[in-house]
């Protein structure tokens, strides 16, 4: 098992760029294993985890629903905003600066072999880094993601998640606001649950954070949860 992860920022970048890129890793990647497999062979295979910033933009899940989008076309170029369909699972998110939108596309035979415990397992990287601050947060019973007070009417959500995965190589991944601007989730029905809040770091703290300080615990709260070897 190949324990080696390559860490790339993106930076702030086109969504569509982003997919593309994410694509072409996840494809050769399932490649080698179909490789490996058909000939015999035990070449390694890759891990990536991405982090990156896109600008405004809203994804729909394959499992969404179109009307979770509160904006026809003119209200989203209005926005500045655009939209995909894409084929993670979850229904509609946002996306934009000031939220950490992290990929990774490991191949989790490298792993673990268990899709609920690998979103499980990026969930508790994201409540640790909020736990660093100062911030209580944890799941919120049914659903993927990091909720602030879950257990209560104040129930607000932080980070969203939606994945695909296929030969156990994943991509997409997980939102999470840190000095996001929430006025863009009140044109969506954020992943189809109407009735909850959604927040950010900046919200509970009063305060703009340090993306790189908060990019760099995250990141090394997913190394030790993973056990990567990072490089």
């Excluded at 736990?131 to 993601?145: H, P, V």
Aim: with cysteine.
């Amino acid at each position: 098992m190949n324990k080696e992860v390559k860490f790339i920022d993106w930076g702030l970048t086109d969504y569509q760029k982003a997919w593309d890129k994410q694509e072409q890793i996840f494809e050769q990647t399932v490649a080698l294993k179909v490789k490996n497999r058909t000939e015999n062979t035990q070449e390694p295979t890759p891990n990536y985890l991405v982090f990156c910033e896109h600008p405004h933009v809203y994804t729909l899940g394959k499992s969404g629903h179109l009307e979770n989008l509160l904006l026809d076309d003119q209200g989203l170029k209005e926005k500045e905003a655009t939209y995909y369909k894409i084929n993670r699972g979850g229904d509609i998110t946002y996306h934009g600066p000031g939220q950490i939108v992290g990929y990774p596309i490991l191949d989790l035979d490298n792993f673990f072999t268990d899709i609920h415990l690998y979103l499980r397992t990026l969930e508790e990287a994201i409540i640790l880094t909020l736990a660093d601050y100062g911030i209580a947060a944890g799941r919120y019973e049914g659903y993927t993601g990091v909720w602030l007070d879950a257990d209560n009417e104040k129930a607000r959500k932080i980070c969203a998640m939606g994945v695909r995965c296929s030969r156990w190589v994943t991509m997409h991944g997980f939102a999470f606001n840190v000095n996001t601007d929430l006025d863009y989730f009140k044109n969506i029905v954020p992943c189809g649950i109407d009735d909850k809040d959604v927040t950010s770091m900046q919200r509970e703290l009063g305060m703009v954070l340090d993306m790189d300080e908060v990019k760099e615990k995250l990141k090394n709260h997913i190394a030790k949860l993973f056990g990567m070897q990072l490089k």
